[in-house]
């Protein structure tokens, strides 16, 4: 049984640059610190759906918006690097020194940013269903649902054509956040749906969607431009020891990504989770206790 989860404490940061940046703080204040990187669309509201699990694994764990979502403001044209310098700043904020990063889904690569360009502070990265980058040699959208297709390609067209295709949908998510997860579950495996349909679930996306809809599809957008073009750092300078975690069923973030990523990277074990599609939330409690060692 998990033990009773510790208040939510939020707060902001100025950045350098004159940005805010916006963190919500879980788990125990003395656990092993861990930065969580959330999903596309998602915010700092993101987070396990049993809040319980940070104190069992004995881990601090710090959600934050992405430049974009929620309360920080939007960082135009940011590759996947440029969320190193803001979670740089978060941690002399918080008083980490050292720390470990976590992110899942669209939150992935930008955890493998920080284990590669703060190589002295990040301790273990771990990913989960993670998208691989768009290089020649492999095929970014095999295996992918309709949806994520049409999504991507859109961003493959330019900034003007993603924000026409998520237009409709950011509005959606504003005002309809149930109908949007809804339409996402008709398209994925039993396993997903399943976990799509828990009410402990659906209440945190909602939230977590509502909080990301906030300034638009800002965030989104820029999210899914920085996906489709070079990330901004080199996997091979990940020195940090890895575990990813990818869904044998999944099809937003297909394992053959994961598998691309786990061969580029110099110190990573791949771990498939079969049976299972993009939401692994049950692999989450051993992901924290692996990260806090």
Request: charged share 20%; aromatic share 8%; hydrophobic share 45%.
């Amino acid at each position: 049984m998990s033990a009773a989860p510790a208040k939510t404490r939020e707060g902001t940061i100025a950045l350098s640059d004159g940005r805010t940046l916006a963190y919500a703080d879980r788990g125990p204040a003395d656990g092993a610190p861990l930065i969580f990187h959330h999903g596309t669309p998602g915010s700092r509201a993101g987070h396990h759906p049993d809040p319980g699990v940070y104190d069992d694994a004995g881990v601090r764990v710090v959600t934050y918006d992405r430049a974009g979502y929620g309360l920080s403001d939007r960082l135009e044209g940011r590759d996947v690097a440029a969320v190193a310098a803001d979670i740089s700043a978060l941690a002399d904020e918080l008083g980490f020194q050292r720390f470990a990063a976590m992110g899942v889904s669209g939150g992935a690569p930008h955890a493998l940013a920080c284990a590669a360009l703060l190589a002295d502070r990040v301790t273990r990265a771990v990913v989960m269903v993670t998208p691989a980058p768009n290089e020649d040699g492999f095929d970014f959208l095999a295996g992918m649902t309709q949806s994520n297709i049409n999504e991507f390609n859109a961003a493959l067209a330019g900034p003007d054509a993603i924000a026409a295709y998520l237009a409709p949908y950011i509005e959606t998510l504003r005002t309809q956040p149930e109908a949007v997860l809804d339409k996402l579950a008709a398209e994925l495996p039993p396993p997903d749906q399943a976990t799509l349909a828990r009410q402990d679930v659906r209440e945190m996306l909602v939230t977590s969607w509502r909080e990301a809809s906030r300034q638009g599809a800002a965030g989104w957008m820029d999210d899914d431009l920085a996906f489709t073009r070079p990330w901004g750092f080199d996997l091979a300078d990940v020195s940090a020891e890895v575990r990813i975690w990818q869904g044998e069923l999944d099809v937003l973030a297909p394992q053959a990504h994961g598998r691309r990523v786990a061969e580029q990277l110099p110190n990573a074990t791949f771990e498939l989770v079969e049976g299972k599609g993009h939401m692994l939330y049950d692999a989450w409690p051993q992901a924290f206790a692996w990260a806090a060692r």
